[in-house]
């Protein structure tokens, strides 16, 4: 087989050679006509006749039909799909079916072609309410300003756009607004940006090419400010009702972000509440106040966040309770006694009642009050006493003691001591006559017993 295929090889070559020669001649000299096709846009003609109905429209399919037509073979590499014009006419949509014819022309090369149709010959048109819709716009930024910096405010130009398109359409967008990127920024910026869609939950969506925004393009201007945290300064005045005490303040917020020039927040330090405002002169319960932040900011100085400004102020008055509480003679110092004197108390335990807060007075133990009586002076008999108590300070108010009289007793430390030292020597000196009389004794029965 390969001997047959191979056998007058050269043969066979120019035999296809001179077989595509004479086909190629004939072709050129007959020049036959052949189909071709071009895909060629669909033009919407006589939008307006919809519009004016309040609707609008969209392609069941795509947006190209492919045209085809007869052309010369020779002339075929000539033919471009610009050559052609594909439309349809709205004015002639039949409402029924919502179909419509498309037309086809021929813009260049008449000479060229012939016979050029559309296919597919019809096209659906999907028509809807048409909808406008105002939206106010927002500015989304991301990115992070440089340290320490913040946007101080933020204004678009215009501050709302109008949305028209299909009902379907417009009903996905929930709020318009544009998108900047703050990242680094440290000083004010302008420039343009185009509207972006957005839905309930605040992402950006993509519509229909068949909704308009009018503007298209929104100018906007961007304040960067130096910002500065601030702690709030309460001045509280006054005096709670009798009975009752001012405990402190509580506030909603206790330190703020404001904005402004480097040179404005140099010297501010802190925001002040005055005491004109905040007053519990006679209060018997917490006196709660909300005061707008921004009435207390010096000029040129504003909230880093406009939320911030109305902060709740509660100024705490509790009702003073009272306890009372039981020293015995171990709890008290008595100070400056005699040392030959005894003193006791009678009777032997000593109330006292204080009034505080309650919370402060059911930790107070009875050695935290340092009671002491002075001794000073007191002679043998009974004397009314003074109880001093240096531990009470500001946080509680003696009320009442209990009467006690310190009896004073012969026979004190010193005394004591002289009776023992007397004794002691009492019981030397007896030792002492008796060791006398035994060495008498003695030196006697030596002397007679030397005579004899």
């Known amino acids: ?137 927002i500015m989304n930024t991301y990115g992070n300003l440089a340290e320490d910096y913040a946007v101080n405010k933020a204004v678009l130009t215009p501050d709302h756009v109008t949305v028209e398109g299909p009902t379907s359409q417009v009903g996905l967008i929930n709020h318009v607004g544009i998108e900047l990127n703050v990242n680094g920024l440290e000083s004010s910026t302008d420039g343009t940006a185009e509207p972006v869609f957005y839905d309930a939950n605040g992402n950006e969506i993509t519509v229909s090419d068949r909704v308009s925004v009018n503007p298209s393009e929104i100018q906007y201007s961007l304040e960067i400010s130096k910002v500065k945290n601030l702690p709030l300064d309460f001045e509280v005045t006054g005096t709670a009702a009798s009975g009752y005490q001012y405990t402190g303040v509580e506030s909603s917020a206790k330190s703020v972000s404001v904005l402004g020039l480097k040179n404005s927040l140099a010297s501010v330090n802190k925001i002040t509440i005055p005491s004109s405002v905040l007053s519990v002169s006679g209060a018997t319960q917490d006196k709660v106040v909300t005061v707008n932040l921004n009435d207390y900011l010096p000029e040129d100085v504003t909230l880093a966040n406009a939320d911030d400004a109305n902060v709740t102020i509660r100024l705490k008055v509790e009702q003073l309770t009272t306890r009372m509480i039981s020293l015995s003679e171990s709890d008290i110092s008595m100070e400056n006694g005699a040392d030959y004197y005894h003193y006791h108390l009678s009777p032997a335990r000593i109330e006292v009642k204080l009034q505080g807060l309650k919370e402060d007075l059911d930790t107070l133990k009875a050695a935290d009050l340092k009671a002491a009586i002075n001794l000073s002076g007191m002679q043998l008999g009974n004397h009314n006493g003074t109880l001093n108590m240096s531990g009470l300070g500001k946080n509680f108010k003696l009320i009442s003691v209990s009467a006690f009289t310190v009896e004073v007793t012969a026979g004190g430390p010193a005394a004591q001591l002289e009776q023992t030292t007397a004794a002691e020597e009492e019981t030397t000196e007896t030792e002492t006559g008796a060791e006398n009389d035994i060495t008498k004794s003695q030196n006697t029965e030596t002397n007679g017993a030397n005579a004899g």
């Open 1 to 137: 087989m390969k001997e047959k295929l191979i056998n007058n090889l050269g043969l066979k070559i120019l035999s296809c050679f001179l077989a595509f020669f004479v086909w190629l001649v004939v072709v050129n000299v007959s020049n036959p006509e052949v189909t071709g096709s071009k895909e060629v846009p669909l033009e919407i003609v006589n939008e307006q006749v919809l519009t004016k109905a309040g609707r609008t429209y969209e392609l069941g399919g795509k947006d190209t039909v492919t045209v085809y037509f007869d052309v010369r073979t020779k002339d075929a590499y000539k033919i471009r799909s610009s050559d052609f014009r594909a439309y349809v006419d709205l004015a002639e949509l039949y409402d029924v079916t919502g179909s419509v014819q498309v037309k086809i022309e021929v813009l260049n090369n008449k000479e060229l072609v012939s016979n050029a149709e559309s296919r597919p010959g019809v096209v659906r048109i999907q028509t809807e309410e048409l909808q406008s819709k105002q939206f106010s716009l």
